[in-house]
């Protein structure tokens, strides 16, 4: 499976951005899959995660109620909609895919993804 991601870029505290990331492969049905994010420096973060279906969804603690992910199997792509953007937020922001089975116990495991897209930048800045 091969990821693209897109839709980062420059917003003042407070705005909104959609991270999208398409996939190229047949289908993404098999495959649960998250969004993590990297500072320089330091290791990259779970964002959020939704599982094959999209019927369920984890969100890490300092994006949960400002962050929706969500996934339309059928155009193969994934979404991650972020509103009331802080500073901290800024981050290289990754897509990434894991086998359907392993998201109830590794959703959050960057370790645990085989597939991944090569990053787009988010910037948070007045």
């Known amino acids: 499976v091969q990821l693209q991601a897109s839709g980062g870029g420059l917003v003042r505290p407070g705005g909104s951005l959609k991270l999208s990331c398409t996939a190229s492969a047949s289908t993404i049905s098999p495959y649960a899959m998250g969004w993590f994010r990297r500072v320089p420096g330091q290791e990259r973060e779970f964002v959020a995660a939704?599982?094959?279906?999209?019927?369920?969804?984890e969100y890490a603690d300092d994006v949960k109620g400002r962050f929706s992910i969500s996934r339309h199997n059928a155009k193969k792509v994934m979404t991650l909609q972020m509103d009331g953007l802080k500073p901290e937020d800024t981050a290289v922001y990754y897509c990434?895919?894991?086998?359907?089975?392993?998201?109830?116990?590794?959703?959050?495991?960057?370790?645990?993804?085989?597939?991944w897209g090569q990053g787009t930048q988010v910037t948070v800045s007045s």
């Open positions: 939704t599982s094959w279906s999209g019927g369920s969804t």
């Open positions: 990434a895919a894991l086998d359907w089975q392993s998201y109830r116990d590794h959703y959050n495991d960057a370790s645990a993804y085989g597939y």
